[in-house]
Nanobody, 125 residues
Framework: VQLQACGGRLVQAGGSLRLSCVAS????????VAWFRQAPGKEREFVTA????????YYADSVKGRFTISREYAKYTVYLQMNELKPEDTAVYYC???????????????????WGQGTQVTVSS
């Protein structure tokens, strides 16, 4: 599956933004889909994931209560709704997908074998 992440832009602190991860080549059925982000000079970090079975959602503590991941099967799309944005949310956001990601490995980027190209989110103070 090929992934295309889009929707990133400059936004003021406190604002909202929705990122999209669009699949081509196949649907997201049977895949766990995650968002990671990488800020300048920092390691790539886990943001959130939605599991393939039952759609359980998991979030990094830093975004819990502010970000929401969701799927829209008919549009082959996974969304990341980001509210109450903070300057520290500034990063390149990547979507990733893979079958068979176990719960304990959701936040490990090595567990994902399909990646989108990244979309820049910049939050100004």
């Amino acid at each position: 599956v090929q992934l295309q992440a889009c929707g990133g832009r400059l936004v003021q602190a406190g604002g909202s933004l929705r990122l999209s991860c669009v699949a081509s080549g196949r649907t997201f059925d049977g895949l766990t889909v995650a968002w990671f982000r990488q800020a300048p000079g920092k390691e790539r970090e886990f943001v959130t994931a939605i599991r393939r079975s039952g759609g359980g959602r998991y979030y990094a503590d830093s975004v819990k209560g502010r970000f929401t991941i969701s799927r829209e099967y008919a549009k082959y799309t996974v969304y990341l709704q980001m509210n109450e944005l903070k300057p520290e949310d500034t990063a390149v956001y990547y979507c990733a997908a893979s079958p068979g990601v176990i719960l304990s490995n959701l936040a490990n980027q090595d567990g994902y074998n399909h990646w989108g190209q990244g979309t820049q989110v910049t939050v100004s103070s």
